[in-house]
């Protein structure tokens, strides 16, 4: 099992910046791949960005290109999401999630294990 919790979540203006931290406990991510969910009120759940085991591999919505980064230090068994420029339409809750994979894995259905969300809240 592996348990991961969100943090760096809250309130910014338009412009502004937040980095989402995704501490993994219980077993070890290195062999993970992981990823950055993201869900607004009235809306389906969507991908923001993943990462494979190495982090090597990286892919970004277009939504957020340019201004998300995703990150891992699995020494720190942690992921993080750096976002810049943020825009009132980030405003969401944003999961963290995990599967065991050495490739990138794209679809959220695919993955195994889920954080419980921190939010955000883009002001304009």
């Known amino acids: 099992q592996v348990q991961l919790v969100e943090s760096g979540g809250g309130l910014v203006q338009a412009g502004g910046s937040l980095r989402l931290s995704c501490a993994a406990s219980g077993r070890t991510i290195s062999s993970y791949a992981m990823g950055w969910f993201r869900q607004a009120p009235g809306k389906e759940r969507e991908s923001v960005a993943v990462?494979?085991?190495?982090?090597?591999?990286?892919y970004y919505a277009d939504s957020v290109k340019g201004r998300f980064i995703i990150s891992r230090d699995n020494a720190k068994n942690t992921v993080f999401l750096q976002m810049i420029s943020l825009k009132t339409e980030d405003t969401a809750v944003y999961y963290c999630?995990?599967?065991?994979?050495?490739?990138?894995?794209?679809?959220?259905?695919?993955?195994?294990?889920w954080g419980q969300g921190t939010q955000v809240t883009v002001s304009s």
């Open positions: 999630a995990a599967v065991q994979s050495w490739g990138t894995v794209l679809g959220a259905d695919e993955y195994r294990y």
């Open positions: 990462i494979s085991w190495s982090g090597v591999d990286t």
